[in-house]
């Protein structure tokens, strides 16, 4: 008997199970999610499509965006192939170190349990489910915000020396704004940070040590800023004409949208929870300073929606330090009664567990392509086929027409023609019909005469575009897709001599 009591002392705690079991969720999710990656017969889309093209000319920066997103898709690219599957793959693996970065945040902050439930919050989002198949510039930019919270949390919890931190925090920051210049929610969260400790006699963030998150920020971006006073600020003015305050609505129900669209990125009774962090913030353990890295970002987006239009997406920069707050809070002692009077355990589950119903859902959607009997009217997925058919509709005309060159209809037509062209003396441009570059085909592959020279125009009409210096030949073809119930592609091949 002696020997048995001895024995239990020495098993593994249940912390030891609970963490390799919550490690193996993550894991089997993000297998899951590579493998609807790989089987998936939805096609690229047109940003993915463009960043891939960016991929193929490395910079320091491109006409709308920063150029981390580019790097990171060509690395993926070289090692795995032309395939949508590589484009996509570092999606759901970079999801999964933003989970187990928040999870080791949370851990520090609230203890073991919270760092389990702030990564199962994460991995079962639906935005970053979505984020998951998708990838787009969000994906390595919630990393690096993870990052600089972990880094702050560190100096909070003395993990980490507070200059060391807060230098860790800004290269963080530096390197989000390489993916997305959102990641100066982060920068103005740590300002506020400051500003609102500045006179506490242990503040969180100090001045000296402001100063060294904003220089050791500005060093790592400083290649991107270089580029763009190069290039005229072109991704910055991008950003500006993104934003479209010329034209201001000043509608209180864009609010209301934006916001319900955000119950659609966390899923509903997640982001219920989650706006608790604003009635918390005074006497809930860390929720002071969290709600800076969190709740300004959501406003600001609002406010941005009021004024003229807002992505649901432009606001996922504060989900990281909700989601550790969240999972501080459901992973407190669960004594405690919240205001509907159910204990804080029984609400995370619920809450969770909706979240993993909604990304199982998501992920099933992405493998088999279709929504199935949920696909609404307008299918929200109809911009993800027909690209390849349609390079193969345009093929046979470039070959009888002995052309190399095409004028795409759109920049959409363009960045997929780009992809599914790749390898073949095929070259794709847009004319720019009013000489001021819009996108990045206007301002790098716009049409350029070539005298003598056949090509083919794409149009959504059956008369051709008037471009003076072409001279038409014979009656266009027509490629006609179907991409959902009750849509089609319709594209005219008109075939011209320069």
């Given at each position: 008997?002696?020997?048995?009591?001895?024995?239990?002392?020495?098993?593994?705690?249940?912390?030891?199970?609970?963490?390799?079991?919550?490690?193996?969720?993550?894991?089997?999710?993000?297998?899951?999610?590579?493998?609807?990656?790989?089987?998936?017969?939805?096609?690229?889309?047109?940003?993915?499509?463009?960043?891939?093209?960016?991929?193929?000319?490395?910079?320091?920066?491109?006409?709308?965006?920063?150029?981390?997103?580019?790097?990171?898709?060509?690395?993926?690219?070289?090692?795995?192939?032309?395939?949508?599957?590589?484009?996509?793959?570092?999606?759901?693996?970079?999801?999964?170190?933003?989970?187990?970065?928040?999870?080791?945040?949370?851990?520090?902050?609230?203890?073991?349990?919270?760092?389990?439930?702030?990564?199962?919050?994460?991995?079962?989002?639906?935005?970053?489910?979505?984020?998951?198949?998708?990838?787009?510039?969000?994906?390595?930019?919630?990393?690096?915000?993870?990052?600089?919270?972990?880094?702050?949390?560190?100096?909070?919890?003395?993990?980490?020396?507070?200059?060391?931190?807060?230098?860790?925090?800004?290269?963080?920051?530096?390197?989000?704004?390489?993916?997305?210049?959102?990641?100066?929610?982060?920068?103005?969260?740590?300002?506020?940070?400051?500003?609102?400790?500045?006179?506490?006699?242990?503040?969180?963030?100090?001045?000296?040590?402001?100063?060294?998150?904003?220089?050791?920020?500005?060093?790592?971006?400083?290649?991107?800023?270089?580029?763009?006073?190069?290039?005229?600020?072109?991704?910055?003015?991008?950003?500006?004409?993104?934003?479209?305050?010329a034209k201001q609505t000043h509608?209180?129900?864009?609010?209301?949208?934006?916001?319900?669209?955000?119950?659609?990125?966390?899923?509903?009774?997640?982001?219920?929870?989650?706006?608790?962090?604003?009635?918390?913030?005074?006497?809930?353990?860390?929720?002071?300073?969290?709600?800076?890295?969190?709740?300004?970002?959501?406003?600001?987006?609002?406010?941005?929606?009021?004024?003229?239009?807002?992505?649901?997406?432009?606001?996922?920069?504060?989900?990281?330090?909700?989601?550790?707050?969240?999972?501080?809070?459901?992973?407190?002692?669960?004594?405690?009664?919240?205001?509907?009077?159910?204990?804080?355990?029984?609400?995370?589950?619920?809450?969770?567990?909706?979240?993993?119903?909604?990304?199982?859902?998501?992920?099933?959607?992405?493998?088999?392509?279709?929504?199935?009997?949920?696909?609404?009217?307008?299918d929200p997925l109809r911009r993800?086929?027909?690209?390849?058919?349609?390079?193969?509709?345009?093929?046979?005309?470039?070959?009888?027409?002995?052309?190399?060159?095409?004028?795409?209809?759109?920049?959409?037509?363009?960045?997929?023609?780009?992809?599914?062209?790749?390898?073949?003396?095929?070259?794709?441009?847009?004319?720019?019909?009013?000489?001021?570059?819009?996108?990045?085909?206007?301002?790098?592959?716009?049409?350029?005469?070539?005298?003598?020279?056949?090509?083919?125009?794409?149009?959504?009409?059956?008369?051709?575009?008037?471009?003076?210096?072409?001279?038409?030949?014979?009656?266009?073809?027509?490629?006609?897709?179907?991409?959902?119930?009750?849509?089609?592609?319709?594209?005219?091949?008109?075939?011209?001599?320069?």
């Amino acid at each position: 008997m002696k020997a048995n009591r001895q024995q239990t002392k020495i098993e593994p705690p249940i912390a030891f199970d609970s963490n390799r079991l919550v490690l193996l969720v993550l894991l089997g999710l993000t297998l899951l999610r590579t493998a609807a990656v790989a089987i998936s017969p939805l096609e690229l889309g047109v940003d993915e499509a463009q960043y891939w093209l960016w991929s193929q000319s490395p910079d320091f920066g491109y006409f709308t965006k920063p150029p981390l997103i580019a790097w990171i898709i060509g690395a993926a690219h070289w090692a795995f192939g032309h395939s949508a599957m590589a484009v996509r793959l570092p999606a759901c693996w970079l999801q999964f170190a933003t989970a187990l970065v928040l999870w080791q945040t949370a851990s520090w902050l609230y203890g073991p349990r919270a760092g389990r439930l702030t990564a199962l919050i994460w991995i079962s989002l639906p935005a970053v489910g979505l984020g998951s198949f998708l990838i787009s510039t969000d994906t390595p930019l919630l990393l690096a915000m993870a990052l600089a919270l972990l880094a702050l949390a560190g100096s909070v919890c003395g993990k980490i020396p507070p200059a060391r931190a807060m230098i860790y925090a800004g290269i963080a920051l530096g390197v989000g704004m390489l993916a997305k210049y959102a990641a100066l929610y982060g920068l103005f969260g740590f300002m506020l940070i400051w500003a609102s400790g500045r006179h506490h006699p242990n503040p969180i963030i100090q001045g000296r040590h402001l100063l060294l998150v904003i220089a050791a920020c500005l060093i790592t971006v400083s290649p991107n800023l270089i580029w763009n006073l190069m290039h005229d600020f072109s991704t910055m003015r991008h950003l500006g004409d993104n934003a479209n305050l010329a034209k201001q609505t000043h509608d209180i129900g864009q609010i209301l949208i934006f916001l319900i669209g955000q119950a659609g990125v966390a899923g509903p009774l997640v982001f219920f929870l989650m706006l608790g962090i604003m009635f918390a913030s005074r006497h809930e353990k860390h929720a002071g300073w969290l709600v800076w890295m969190a709740v300004p970002v959501i406003g600001l987006i609002s406010l941005q929606a009021y004024l003229s239009e807002a992505n649901a997406n432009w606001a996922m920069a504060a989900y990281p330090a909700l989601s550790v707050w969240l999972g501080g809070w459901l992973g407190s002692d669960g004594a405690q009664k919240t205001l509907l009077r159910l204990p804080r355990k029984w609400l995370g589950i619920a809450a969770v567990g909706l979240n993993f119903t909604l990304t199982t859902g998501l992920l099933l959607a992405t493998m088999a392509g279709s929504l199935g009997p949920l696909t609404p009217t307008s299918d929200p997925l109809r911009r993800l086929r027909g690209w390849q058919a349609l390079a193969q509709d345009i093929e046979p005309h470039l070959a009888a027409h002995q052309s190399s060159r095409i004028i795409a209809d759109r920049r959409a037509t363009a960045a997929l023609l780009s992809w599914h062209f790749h390898g073949q003396d095929v070259t794709i441009m847009i004319h720019d019909r009013d000489g001021v570059p819009s996108n990045h085909f206007e301002a790098n592959h716009s049409w350029q005469h070539r005298a003598g020279s056949p090509l083919l125009v794409l149009s959504g009409s059956s008369t051709p575009p008037i471009m003076p210096p072409i001279k038409w030949q014979g009656s266009p073809s027509q490629s006609k897709i179907v991409i959902s119930r009750n849509k089609s592609r319709n594209l005219y091949i008109h075939k011209g001599i320069e």
